[in-house]
């Protein structure tokens, strides 16, 4: 049985930033989006603030969705021995590339480059929910895909460092 509490607790937050995969679902009106994520974009502020990067490629349906004022929740799920389910639920803001804070805020990422964010969500957790994850699968991480989006989002913007993880 899961259980809700207010915000992200050091052992939540240490969980989430290791793992390689997660899900962003937002919603502004009826339909709710969800994606798949990974990229090393997270970056946990404290118990209650987190920064995800988001690349150009796709559609900007999060973006559309935070910025009409509607949620956003995050689920991390343990693909290894270990199960374990953490949603974070959250409400936003978008930080866009002519906000005067925006390269300071994507710098804020170990490997955070402007040249090649569209921009940032500021997110702010309105609660979190763990839970067994009893149900998902163990399955072995086998590779970062060649190409991912860090890469297309280099490569279109012209930056030639590629940093390797």
């Known amino acids: 049985m899961g259980k809700q509490y207010r915000y992200l607790t050091e052992k939540d937050r240490e969980f989430a930033a290791g793992q390689r995969l997660f899900f962003i679902a937002s919603a502004a009106v009826d339909e709710v989006s969800l ?4 990229e090393d974009c997270l970056l946990f502020l404290d118990e209650e603030t987190l920064l995800l990067l988001d690349y150009p490629g796709s559609s900007n349906r999060t973006g559309r969705d935070i910025a009409a004022g509607g949620g956003v929740t995050l689920m991390f799920c343990s693909f ?3 199960p ?7 409400k936003g803001e978008v930080i866009g590339r002519d906000a005067p804070r925006f390269e300071e805020t ?3 990422f170990p490997n955070g480059d402007p040249a090649i964010v569209r921009q940032v969500f500021r997110l702010r957790v309105e609660a979190v929910e763990g839970g067994c994850g009893l149900s998902v699968p163990v399955m072995r991480f086998e590779r970062t895909r060649e190409g991912g989006v860090r890469h297309w989002a280099e490569k279109k913007a012209g930056v030639s460092a590629h940093h390797e993880r």
């Open 35 to 38: 994606a798949p994520k990974g």
């Open 80 to 82: 290894d021995d270990e």
């Open 84 to 90: 374990r389910l953490l949603r974070v639920f959250c």
């Open 106 to 108: 994507v710098r804020l």
